[in-house]
């Protein structure tokens, strides 16, 4: 099976730009994450869908926002982006009816803001 | 309450000896524990977990104690190789999936 995709992998946007990341989990994984990782904070839950619905929720602002489609694909998007918001983007998919349990995520999406 | 503290933030081993990285968390709602490693360049990836009604879990050399009153758990990796440099992250489940800041391990040859 193929592992989860993230595209694009390298992305540059200026302040105020808006900008879509997307993600496909493994085939057949119905539940989607997307965390954002940075080297002073870490790992931060961003959001998890399951089956186009949105289960659970971090503490980001609103300005990050996300979507499922009927294939499992996922879409974030952040807009109105700020320098803070560089940072890599990971996806995780899981095929666990149970949240959060073996996450297999993708590689990336590494986002500079300038 | 939603923190898991995790130390040391760096850690240097010799090959062959036993690495140690430890995780604290407060929130008793918590229950799922995974342990993930990532290289550079990569994701996370899933190494081990445990449930708190487990004090012990081994998978080939990795073993992750668990001590539920003391709201601690820790990853134990025995005959440490080079090929385990990496990070590695604890983290906690409840409702929402909490990580550690992470600890970058590194063995020498």
């Known amino acids: 099976k193929a592992g989860v995709t993230q595209t694009p992998r390298y992305l540059i946007k200026t302040r105020g730009q808006q900008v879509t990341l997307s993600c496909s989990p493994i085939s057949g994984h119905r539940s989607v994450s997307w965390y954002q990782q940075t080297p002073g904070q870490g790992l931060q839950f961003l959001f998890e869908?399951?089956?186009?619905?949105?289960?659970n929720k971090g503490n980001f602002p609103g300005r990050f926002s996300g979507r499922q489609f009927s294939n499992s694909r996922s879409e974030m998007n952040v807009s109105t982006l700020e320098l803070g918001d560089s940072a890599l983007y990971l996806c995780?998919?899981?095929?666990?009816?149970?949240?959060?349990?073996?996450?297999?995520f993708g590689s990336g999406t590494q986002l500079s803001v300038l | 309450q939603q923190q898991v503290k995790q130390s040391p933030q760096s850690l240097i081993v010799q090959k062959g000896g036993i690495s140690i990285i430890n995780c604290a968390y407060e929130n008793t709602a918590f229950d799922y524990f995974p342990w993930y490693q990532q290289f550079p360049g990569k994701g996370p990836a899933l190494l081990i977990a445990?449930?708190?009604?487990?004090s012990e879990k081994k998978e080939g050399r990795f073993t992750i104690s668990f001590n539920k009153s003391a709201k601690q758990f820790s990853l134990h990796i025995m005959d440490s190789q080079p090929g385990d440099s990496a990070t590695y992250f604890c983290?906690?489940?409840?409702?929402?999936?909490?990580f550690g800041k992470g600890t970058k391990l590194t063995v020498n040859p």
């Open positions: 983290a906690a489940a409840s409702e929402k999936l909490v």
């Open positions: 995780a998919s899981s095929d666990v009816g149970v949240v959060n349990e073996k996450l297999f």
């Open positions: 445990i449930r708190p009604d487990v």
């Open positions: 869908y399951f089956s186009e619905t949105q289960r």
